[in-house]
C-alpha cells in the first residue's frame, strides 16, 4: 500500500494487500470484492489472448508485466453521485501521483498504471465516458493516457477487429497509464494529440502505423 505524500485520504493498493488479514486500510474491507473482481479480469482478460482481438497475443501487452513487478496499482473512489466536473477533480491528484511514482524514463516505468474504481457508478457510464473525454487533454500533453472502462462496454473498437469492444471490465473504472508509440490511433484525429504524440516518439512510429502517422 501507498499513501499519497500530501493527502491520507488517497491510497494505492498492490495485488497482494488484498488477501492481507487484517486488511491494511478500511477501503478494502468496503470493496475486497469488486478490487479482486479487477485483478482477476486482468489476470483472465487482459492477460490472456482473445478470439475476437484481432491479433496474436494478451489482451494488454502491458498488464502480466505490470502485474509481476507490483506496478499495477488500484485505488478506490466512493460515492454515485459524481459529474463530469467532480471525477476531474477526483482525478487530477492521481495524474501528479502517477508522474512522481513512475517519471517517464525511469526504470520499469512504462509498466506502470494507476486503476481508479469508481463501484458506485455502475448506473452512469455516460458520465465515466464523458470525464474521459473531458480529461484527456490534461494527460495527453503530459505524456498520459486515461481510458474508461465499464460493463456497458465502451463504445470504442478494438485496432485490430472493429467489432470488438476490448474495453469492457467488472468495475467502472479511469485507467492511468504512460502513452506509448501503438497509442498514435487513439491520438491521430485531434491535431494537439499528435503533436504531444510526435514530442515524445518523434518519427519512432510503428511500422504498420506509419501509412496512419503521415495522413494530414
Known sequence: MIRHPNDDSLVLFDAADLNL?????????RHRADLRAI???AREYLCRPHPELGRAGPVCPYAQASLERHAFRLAVQE??????????????????????????????S???TILVLLPGMRHARDVI???QRELKNAYVIHGLMIGEFHDGPPD??????????????PVPMLVIRH??????????SDDQHR????????DQVPGHLRDLAAKP
Open 21 to 29: 488479514d487484517p486488511a491494511p486500510h478500511p477501503l478494502i474491507d
Open 39 to 41: 485483478v482477476g479480469w
Open 79 to 108: 460515492g454515485s453521485g459524481h459529474t463530469v466536473d467532480s471525477l476531474s477533480s477526483l482525478l487530477a491528484p492521481y495524474r501528479e501521483w502517477f508522474l512522481d511514482l513512475a517519471p517517464r524514463g525511469a526504470s520499469g
Open 110 to 112: 512504462q509498466w506502470a
Open 129 to 131: 465516458d464523458a470525464a
Open 156 to 169: 470504442k473498437a478494438g485496432l485490430w477487429n472493429p467489432l470488438f469492444r476490448p474495453l469492457r471490465s
Open 179 to 188: 502513452m506509448v508509440p501503438t497509442d498514435l490511433p487513439f491520438l491521430v
Open 195 to 202: 503533436t504531444a504524440y510526435h514530442k515524445l516518439f518523434g
